[in-house]
T-cell receptor, first 113, second 114 residues
Framework: DQQVKQNSPSLSVQEGRISILNCDYT??????FLWYKKYPAEGPTFLIS?????DKNEDGRFTVFLNKSAKHLSLHIVPSQPGDSAVYFC????????????FGQGTRLTINP | DAGVIQSPRHEVTEMGQEVTLRCKPI?????LFWYRQTMMRGLELLIY????????DSGMPEDRFSAKMPNASFSTLKIQPSEPRDSAVYFC????????????FGDGTRLSIL
């Protein structure tokens, strides 16, 4: 029962273009969402988050959009840089119930020079 | 600033042996989490502690797995006896207060059970 799904295992984008990573969730009780970035042989590092009371949060080149009615969020990276090549994990949290992060399977982003 | 420190970074052992993974959280963080990452299941939470007390261990796969946090600066995850299907990367993470607060991850322990 995968409550958080990242349906694209991999994505390849040209340097300078926009990267869009997608994430869907099934549990309507989730009210906080986070994106993590992971390089090989390292642990995930926090990138950006969004509360369910917002539909957009921006931090430099990174913007996260939330569509609650569709239970969908996306991470936009503009412009994409070679150092953005990594695995990106979407995670969701509910302040009700279990109160623990649920992660998606991850999307491997490759930025081509 | 020291991040979350895990040891060992790699562990290779034969099935049936006891395995102990160690974690030192960031100083001052009150919540500690153990995760397992596999190709099939992705990143899954095994157990988490608040103020050294286990809060939710529903992710621990079976009785062969146990975790302890004897003090605020140290935690262990033990597998006894180990099996080949336990092969995975195990991550420890900590956060200031738990909840939705972003977690800081260690670099993981890559465990291979032969």
């Amino acid at each position: 029962d995968q409550q958080v799904k990242q349906n694209s295992p991999s994505l390849s984008v040209q340097e300078g273009r926009i990267s869009i990573l997608n994430c869907d969730y099934t549990n309507s009780m989730f009210d906080y969402f986070l994106w993590y970035k992971k390089y090989p042989a390292e642990g995930p590092t926090f990138l950006i988050s969004i509360s369910s009371i917002k539909d957009k949060n921006e931090d430099g080149r990174f913007t996260v959009f939330l569509n609650k009615s569709a239970k969908h969020l996306s991470l936009h990276i503009v412009p994409s840089q070679p150092g953005d090549s990594a695995v990106y994990f979407c995670a969701a949290f509910s302040r009700e119930g279990a109160q623990k992060l649920v992660f998606g399977q991850g999307t491997r982003l490759t930025i081509n020079p | 600033d020291a991040g979350v420190i895990q040891s060992p970074r790699h562990e290779v052992t034969e099935m049936g042996q006891e395995v102990t993974l160690r974690c030192k959280p960031i100083s001052g963080h009150n919540s500690l989490f153990w995760y397992r990452q596999t190709m099939m299941r992705g990143l899954e939470l095994l157990i988490y502690f608040n103020n050294n007390v286990p809060i939710d261990d529903s992710g621990m796969p079976e009785d062969r797995f146990s975790a302890k946090m004897p003090n605020a600066s140290f935690s262990t995850l033990k597998i006894q006896p180990s099996e080949p299907r336990d092969s995975a990367v195990y991550f420890c993470a900590s956060s200031l207060q738990g909840g939705a607060e972003p977690q800081h991850f260690g670099d993981g322990t890559r465990l291979s059970i032969l």
